[in-house]
């Protein structure tokens, strides 16, 4: 979550496209990478991604066992969920791979805590309140650490950064047009941790 101010959320169809991508985003400075499982290539993308130097390369959207365990077994180096559920977070947090899991209310936050847990991705970040949502979750837990995600851009991610328990953020944007322009967003969203 401090390797880089924001984590690119990729949703790539095509496993071929990998690689290039996976050097664009790491060439513009961002190295940690979460590979969706919302596609059928997604595993492929992670083997493919994992062979670029200096990449940092996760699945995000697991919200199975099995999808975790093909996760792992592709090389992801950390897991991302959209939420939080005892089954699934205790097997992640018993496994000892880096787990960022969603949450978007006080009961999610305390059931992570209770795994152990003290990392989150805040998420549906917009959706779920904005930054006035997580400010006031955030106070009675003083020692959790956020990834705000959903909905948020470049323009918008300063103001989210700003807010010391936010360590990152994550979005999507960063994605689309050619690898070039893929590398000066990436180049773009690591300034704004300086
Ligand atoms: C996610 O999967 O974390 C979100 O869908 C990414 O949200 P964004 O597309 O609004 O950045």
Avoid at 115 to 139: I, S, T, V
């Amino acid at each position: 979550m401090r390797t880089a101010p924001v984590i690119p959320v990729l949703v790539v169809e095509d496993a071929a496209t990998a690689r290039p991508l996976a050097e664009a985003l790491v060439a513009g400075g961002l190295r940690v990478l979460e590979v969706t499982l919302r596609t059928a290539a997604a595993l492929d993308v992670i083997r493919e991604m994992k062979t670029v130097e200096g990449a940092i390369v996760g699945a995000g959207t697991v919200v199975r066992e099995d999808q975790f365990a093909q996760a792992v077994d592709a090389g992801a180096e950390f897991i991302v969920s959209p939420g939080l559920t005892q089954r699934l977070g205790d097997v992640i947090v018993e496994s000892g791979v880096p787990y960022l899991p969603g949450v978007a209310n006080a009961g999610d936050i305390m059931r992570g805590m209770e795994l152990g847990l003290n990392r989150f991705k805040f998420f549906p970040a917009e959706a779920a309140g904005g930054l006035k949502a997580l400010k006031a979750l955030a106070a009675p837990f003083y020692e959790a650490r956020f990834c705000p995600t959903g909905g948020i851009t470049q323009a918008t991610a300063p103001e989210w950064l700003a807010f010391d328990p936010v360590l990152c953020v994550g979005g999507s944007w960063i994605t689309g047009g050619s690898m070039e322009e893929v590398t000066e967003r990436a180049k773009a969203a690591v300034r704004l941790g300086a």
